[in-house]
């Protein structure tokens, strides 16, 4: 199952890339799962508690970050992918205890081939002013 959304996410990241290989970049392009502050946004903090016992669902994240740009399904597990102009966000979740849909993972990536991946919370800021 793991196996299959790791799949899935990469196949998602893949179709937002561009086709040129990055030239020589010094930023490390690992996603980020730093905590959020506590004076961040509403997105931000939803997306630090990621594969917490208190993560959001999948219905409190399309509430905040509004429709997915491309929505998945696939046995006990979801992906949503949210493309912003310079971040794209992957959002895995998977059934709880209850089967609710729960956020288990969090990944920004950049939108750009060459450009250094973008913070959660960088991708959060940027889920905020499109829905203001």
């Known amino acids: 199952m793991r196996f299959v959304l790791c799949l ?3 196949a998602s990241l893949a179709a937002c ?3 040129a290989a ?3 970049t010094t930023a490390p392009t690992t996603p980020q799962t730093t905590a959020a502050p506590q004076t961040g946004s509403r ?5 630090a508690a990621a594969g917490r016992d208190n993560a959001p669902t999948q219905a409190e994240v399309e509430r905040v970050f509004g429709r ?3 929505a998945r399904q696939d046995g006990a597990g979801a992906a ?3 493309r912003f102009d310079h971040c794209a966000l992957l959002l895995l979740f998977r059934a709880d205890a209850r089967n609710a849909m729960r956020l288990n993972e969090a990944h920004a ?3 750009r081939g060459g450009e250094a991946a973008p913070t959660l919370d960088q991708c959060a800021a940027e889920a905020a002013g499109r829905r203001s």
């Open 8 to 10: 899935a996410a990469a």
């Open 43 to 47: 997105a931000a903090q939803m997306l």
């Open 17 to 19: 890339a561009s086709t």
């Open 22 to 24: 990055p030239t020589n």
């Open 68 to 70: 997915p740009d491309i």
């Open 80 to 82: 949503l992918t949210y």
């Open 109 to 111: 990536s950049a939108r």
